[in-house]
């Protein structure tokens, strides 16, 4: 590279701004795919005519319950498809590459930070959005090798670009020294898992979102239109698959947040002298907690399995995402280490 | 799942539980039908709260009642705040204090919360580990008569050799399955009957336990947190360079909170001498500048019958000494003031700590003399390390370290009022039967000192001088001083024992599968047919994973396996 006078900071903002600029192409490929895919619903119409039991394709025009049922079946095998049986959406695939381009430029930016800091890249607001967003892209990519989730790809990439993008627009801040309260390995451990728990239950958040969507569908389907609502979801596996899967993302994301919830206690008793003090952040992080463990037990509970459940991994979430921001920004407490002033 | 008979050897689950059978309550649905007597409504009662309908709404509870706390300052973490709200918003503190909003984790509603539903944890984890002690003796069940009805469920053929014993190779070919599911850690029962032979295995009661684990681990994190509390203490002491902390409750501490069992008098001996306090600034021009860092109190410790250690004490690193934790604070300067009468006799001589006002450490210090003067005398002073001008004229510290160090005093002449008794924090002056003689709203100028420089108190009440510590030993002219805050907290190692168990309980109660297998073989005139079923307990994404790989490796060790393309998960014509 020429000499351009630019520090390794500021290369690092460089390669973040490509990098949303890939995930927002990224984002528009995953949505054509999405309407594409209801739009080969569409175009199946006719076949179906002939075909007259079952949709010819995955999201082909149904004119049965139990056609509706066996779309949704394929749908739920196609999504534990090892990659080569996957079916070949070429819009997914274009938006799944721009995606792993995105994350090089993303991944490189945010060591290009750590070094830049001589120290791990999620010390302040900024740097856990960097590394925040990096794992929810990482686990994203890692999850597709196990199931076909592409169908999420326009979720992810755009909550990477809302959040990538506002974190550099508003929370930036050149490198500074870490404060002493920060220099501590349960900083590396803490803030990382904190954020890889965060990964996962985005995933399961995107989910849940689904699975209601879906669950309103095959209402619908049954009640009134059988090929009502949005069309794409045709192409989705059902509501129930749906859930058990959000539920897998939500139990290992629980799980991290739990090693979080301690391991911050553990930090807690070195810096401040005792391992709880229901600081704004514990408490919130115990909010979560406490939220996440009614996902798990509304699960298990008659009545509130399905809809229900979901919701709760829906509030689950958006808590997370409050106690990024508005707590982070608003609210006082200890854990003044935005960096922002 | 619940389309499969239930028997003694499932986890016990609260009647609400969404795989309980969907029968009709045997208990009456209301309290209301005149049969039930005290003790009927007692059980309903406790079944209500022991439902996982109201674990789960007094989770939510939970979940929103510690909303406020955070929203709120709180008496525990933010006492200051909570004084700042005070006075922003007179008329509707009473209220909120009424509600004890600002004392929400304690407060009678919170409490009343987690209380309820530790009681429905407990009434629900008791009979759930008795069931489950027998359980894990129990043998796995006698295997269902139709396989074919379970949803994941493999056929195999095998050809049998001429004049080959079809019921020996039936025993045998079972035996075969019996080894491979011990070796895959299930637990095992025969089922033999003439012409089928059958093997049971069910594995992952680790999940159960596992659950057990988790939920009882929480019971012991909330009496640790609980019975830690009345054996903990904290205090907090402030240190000069040069001297020394006694950890004794008449000697050392400035404030002292202990928990309600701690035995004041028995506090453990030792010693903390602050020897020098270290911190450095980022230079001028970097990026950071003047923010310190690197704060280190060197300290040496004495303990009875033990030679004198010396230790640093630093942020996320305290001092660990007689059971206690010491930790730093905080620090600033404190100037040693001397002062004399008219006749130059010394009243006293001693350094002051002056409290932090801003990042640049412009501190401020109060000095009560009140007794070798002919007046009561009362100094309020700052102390600028690195004195800069604002533009209105006042001073201000422009950099925390001891650049270029000059200390302001305003001298006040009057009744201290700490002759009845009245406790005064040492860090304010109150002002109101006093007259001020210097500084801002008299014409006299405050007095002004660098280091090594005496200046005459008004009205010839004495002198003041500013000591350059440097000729006492200190290493700068103006001493540091630390403040220490120490904690002992006698629960903290069984919160985290239960922390622990409760996160090794909950992995295995998330992501050990609990399932069921069978393989039977059953006669076929000159074929056997082999069959493998799976039950999955509860969540178990890889059941149907689990059954072909039985199926794929069993068969594979026997000989004479046909027409294995043709064997169809569920074929149609075994659903009846
Ligand atoms: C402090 C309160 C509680 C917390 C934080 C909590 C948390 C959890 C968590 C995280 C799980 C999932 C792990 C697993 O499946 O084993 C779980 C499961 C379970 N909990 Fe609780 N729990 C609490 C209270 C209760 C109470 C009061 C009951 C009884 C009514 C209960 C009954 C159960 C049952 C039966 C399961 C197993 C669910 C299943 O079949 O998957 N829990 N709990």
């Not at chain 2, 406020?68 to 200051?80: C, E, F, T, Y």
């Not at chain 2, 681990?217 to 240190?239: D, E, K, R």
């Not at chain 2, 009440?461 to 006492?472: I, K, N, P």
């Amino acid at each position: 590279m020429p000499d351009t006078g630019m520090s390794l900071d500021e290369i690092s903002v460089l390669l973040v701004w490509t990098a949303v600029a890939i995930y927002t192409l990224a984002f528009i490929a995953y949505a054509v795919d999405l309407a594409r895919r209801s739009d080969l619903a569409v175009k199946a119409k006719d076949a179906a005519q002939v075909q007259e039991l079952v949709g010819a394709g995955a999201g082909g025009q149904a004119t049965t319950i139990a056609a509706v049922r066996e779309q949704e079946r394929r749908a739920s095998s196609e999504v534990s498809a090892a990659p080569a049986q996957r079916p070949r959406y070429l819009w997914a695939r274009m938006g799944t590459s721009l995606t792993v381009l995105a994350f090089l430029f993303h991944l490189a930016g945010t060591i290009g930070r750590g070094i830049a800091a001589e120290r791990v890249p999620w010390s302040n607001m900024y740097e856990f959005a960097l590394t925040g967003t990096v794992l929810i892209v990482a686990v994203y990519l890692g999850v597709l090798f196990r199931y076909d989730l592409r169908f999420l790809g326009s979720f992810i990439t755009g909550l990477v670009v809302v959040l990538l993008g506002g974190a550099a627009l508003a929370f930036y801040v050149i490198v500074v020294p870490l404060a002493d309260p920060l220099k501590s390995v349960w900083l590396v451990i803490h803030v990382f898992v904190a954020s890889l728990a965060t990964a996962f239950l985005a995933l399961a958040f995107a989910l849940s979102v689904l699975q209601l969507m879906q669950h309103r569908r095959e209402r619908i389907a049954v009640e009134r239109d059988i090929n009502g609502g949005p069309r794409f979801l045709r192409t989705l596996p059902s509501a129930d698959a749906l859930e058990s899967l959000a539920y897998r993302f939500a139990i290992i994301g629980f799980i991290f947040w739990t090693f979080t919830l301690i391991a911050g206690a553990v930090w807690a008793r070195d810096a401040w002298g005792r391992y709880w003090g229901f600081d704004t952040k514990e408490v919130w992080t115990f909010i979560i907690w406490v939220l996440y463990a009614g996902y798990i037990h509304a699960r298990a509970t008659r009545g509130w399995r399905g809809t229900r459940s979901a919701w709760l991994s829906i509030i689950g979430f958006i808590a997370v995402l409050f106690n990024f921001t508005i707590v982070n920004i608003f609210f006082k407490g200890l854990h003044a280490y935005s960096g922002l002033s | 799942m619940s389309n499969f008979p239930s028997d003694g050897s499932e986890p016990l689950r609260p009647s609400d539980h969404a795989s309980a059978p969907n029968e009709p309550e045997r208990e009456p649905r209301t309290p209301t039908s005149p049969r039930l007597g005290v003790v009927g409504w007692l059980r309903w009662g406790w079944r209500q709260l022991t439902s996982m309908r109201t674990a789960l709404v007094l989770l939510l509870l939970l979940a929103i009642a510690a909303i406020p706390g955070s929203i709120v300052p709180q008496r525990s973490a933010d006492p200051n705040g909570v004084v700042q709200w005070r006075t922003d918003n007179p008329d509707l503190f009473p209220i909120l204090d009424r509600l004890q909003l600002f004392d929400v984790y304690t407060s009678a509603w919170f409490s009343a919360i987690y209380l309820l539903l530790f009681i429905s944890l407990i009434g629900c984890v008791i009979p759930r580990t008795k069931h489950h002690w027998k359980a894990m003796r129990a043998r796995p069940p006698r295997t269902p008569a139709r396989l074919s009805r379970l949803d994941d469920h493999l056929e195999r053929r095998v050809a049998l050799a001429p004049g080959a014993d079809a019921e020996a190779e039936a025993v045998a070919a079972v035996d075969l399955a019996e080894q491979e599911l011990r070796r895959g850690r299930y637990r095992v029962e025969r089922y033999d009957r003439s012409g089928v032979a059958s093997v049971s295995a069910e594995r992952g009661y680790a999940r159960e336990t596992g659950n057990l684990i988790f939920h009882a681990s929480l019971v012991g994190v909330l009496i640790a947190v609980g019975a830690g509390g009345g054996l903990t203490y904290t205090g907090q002491t402030v240190i000069v360079e040069g001297s020394t902390f006694v950890n004794s409750l008449g000697l050392g501490y400035t404030s002292f909170s202990p928990g309600r069992f701690v035995d004041r008098e028995s506090l453990p001996p030792y010693t903390v001498t602050l020897d020098s306090f270290d911190v450095s600034y980022f230079p001028i021009g970097d990026t950071g500048q003047g923010q310190p860092g690197d704060f280190a109190a060197h300290v040496t410790t004495r303990e009875p019958d033990e030679e004198p250690q010396e230790e640093t004490i630093r942020v996320n690193h305290p001092l660990e000494i007689g059971g206690d934790r010491v930790y730093l604070m905080g620090n600033g300067y404190a100037p040693v003031l001397t002062i004399r009468d008219a006749d130059g006799e010394v009243v006293r001589s001693e350094p002051v700590a002056f409290l932090p006002q801003d990042d640049n450490l412009t501190s401020l210090g109060v000095i009560k003399v009140a007794d070798g003067l002919e007046e009561q005398l009362g100094l309020v002073g700052f102390f600028y390390p690195t004195t800069g001008v604002l533009e209105t004229g006042a001073y201000t510290s422009v950099h925390a370290a001891l650049l270029n160090p000059i200390l302001t005093l305003d001298v006040y002449v009057g009744d201290l009022g700490i002759d009845d008794g009245t406790p005064r924090s040492v860090y304010t002056l109150d002002t109101t039967d006093m007259d001020q003689l210097t500084g801002r709203g008299t014409d006299v100028e405050s007095l002004e000192l660098t280091p090594g420089q005496s200046v005459d108190l008004p009205d010839g009440l004495g002198s003041v001088t500013f000591e350059d510590a440097t000729l006492t030993g200190t290493p700068d002219v103006v001493p540091r001083f630390v403040s220490l805050s120490i904690h002992h907290d006698a629960g903290v190692v069984w919160v985290l024992i239960f922390a622990i168990t409760a996160v090794l309980g909950l992995l295995a109660a998330l992501f050990v599968p609990r399932r069921r297998m069978w393989v039977k073989a059953t006669v076929r005139g000159d074929e056997l047919l082999l069959e493998y079923a799976g039950l999955a307990r509860g969540e178990d994404p890889a059941i149907a994973a689990a059954v072909t790989d039985l199926a794929t490796r069993h068969s594979g060790m026997l000989p004479g396996v046909i027409d294995e393309d043709e064997t169809a998960r569920r074929t149609p014509a075994d659903v009846d």
